[in-house]
């Protein structure tokens, strides 16, 4: 019979990877999508246990899964449909989240809060969108001040290309599928990022605001090393 791998934990359900951590500086992440709330507090009752010293976040939570992390002690954030067990680790580095507007929030808060699990500090700029660019340049001086910038935009998703011209902070581009039927749930923006002509726009899929906040906390923490 086949001896069971240390570095994963077949749940049934699940095989959660115990081992990531050890490879890459960062814990496994419980995407919730799909799974039902016992499923989701499993894993992260079991991902704790491995990592006591780690904080552990859920993501792309529904509100019964909510519900059940913070019975199992969790923090919500609702807004960012999140949850993390565990106290966040002292923060190296700054990520700066740069949103366009309010209804970006969902996605600038789950870049926020997973930036801060994974290890950096966090500060929040939001609603400084394209239409009324004197908001973007009045916070100019305080996007210098990162070390990664996340700007999270819809619509026609200009953003990024603007603060790329204005600074050479490391910069990591969120399309939203916020905006009208022609921004096509987030692809016009999408396609605007990608064909950036601001130098250094790296860019991430539709609403992922975990895999930017990720990307960007890693920068942050290289920085301060």
Not at 95 to 108: F, K, N, Q, Y
Not at 216 to 223: D, G, M, P, T
Request: glycine content about 12%; aromatic content about 2%.
């Amino acid at each position: 019979m086949t001896e069971p791998d240390p570095r994963t934990a077949d749940l049934g359900f699940a095989r959660v990877d115990l081992d990531r951590a050890e490879r890459t500086g960062d814990a496994e992440v419980v995407y919730g999508a799909g799974k039902t709330p016992q499923q989701i507090t499993a894993i992260l009752g079991t991902l704790t246990e491995r990592h006591p010293d780690r904080a552990i976040l859920a993501t792309r939570l529904s509100s019964e899964a909510q519900a059940a992390c913070a019975d199992l002690g969790a923090t919500v954030d609702a807004e960012a449909r999140c949850a993390v067990l565990g106290v966040l680790p002292e923060p190296r580095g700054l990520v700066m989240i740069v949103a366009a507007g309010t209804s970006d929030g969902p996605v600038a808060r789950e870049a926020a809060l997973t930036a801060q699990v994974h290890g950096a500090g966090v500060e929040i700029i939001t609603d400084v969108g394209v239409s009324g660019l004197h908001r973007l340049l009045a916070v100019r001086d305080d996007l210098e001040r990162a070390d990664c910038l996340v700007v999270v935009a819809g619509m026609e998703g200009a953003l990024p290309s603007v603060v790329g011209g204005l600074t050479g902070v490391p910069l990591v581009a969120v399309p939203t599928s916020v905006g009208y039927g022609a921004s096509f749930g987030g692809v016009a923006a999408l396609l605007a990022m990608l064909n950036s002509c601001a130098p250094g726009v790296t860019v991430v899929n539709i609403d992922n605001g975990y895999g930017a906040g990720v990307f960007a906390a890693r920068v942050a923490r290289r920085a301060h090393a």
